[in-house]
């Protein structure tokens, strides 16, 4: 009893020390923030090796204005949900990290830690450009993002455990 009892206590601590480093935000970076409001890009980023992407809802085919949306998931089991109205001249894209498919996938819960927050922040200032303002609340993060013909804002929960994060992206086209 004592042996099974544990062999049970060791098996969930590795799996919770396993799970503590599985956080979606470097992911959301690479997809969400990287790909913004371009539709295209965001489709070749969701097809690049390690990627799966299931586009049975993706209007490719459409005449302009169009909205769809495709699923996308990343090499770490982390999925992503895209949707999308393409006005021609104007685009809006929600890029949202899909929790329950994600945490499905990992067989846990995602976290993320203090530093990976940090990174987050840094990452974003780089990855994009234009002015960004922060706004903290007990909730989580909200970012604002400013450029010269499009702007974003990408909110993080607060917190250990990552229950929304999600991007929100506009352009003129040009």
């Known amino acids: 009893m004592k042996r099974a009892f544990l062999s049970m206590v060791l098996l969930s601590s590795t799996h919770s020390v396993s799970l503590a480093s599985s956080c979606p935000l470097p992911a959301m970076i690479d997809f969400c923030v990287t790909g913004a409001a371009d539709i295209e890009r965001l489709r070749e980023l969701a097809e690049r090796p390690g990627w799966t992407k299931d ?19 990343s090499p770490d089991g982390f999925a992503f949900a895209v949707f999308y109205q393409d006005y021609g001249s104007f685009a809006s894209v929600t890029c949202t990290f899909e929790v329950m498919s994600s945490i499905g996938a990992l067989g846990g ?17 780089t990855a994009v450009t234009g002015e960004i303002s922060k706004q903290t609340s007990d909730f989580g993060n909200g970012f604002m993002i400013r450029g010269e013909s499009m702007w974003m804002r990408a909110v993080v929960s607060a917190g250990g455990g990552i229950t929304s994060a999600w991007t929100d992206s506009h352009a003129l086209k040009r």
């Open 55 to 73: 586009a049975s809802t993706d209007r490719v085919d459409r005449p302009i204005p169009r909205s769809g949306s495709f699923t996308a998931t």
């Open 109 to 125: 819960t995602t976290a993320c830690g203090a530093q990976e927050a940090e990174t987050f922040e840094t990452d974003l200032k």
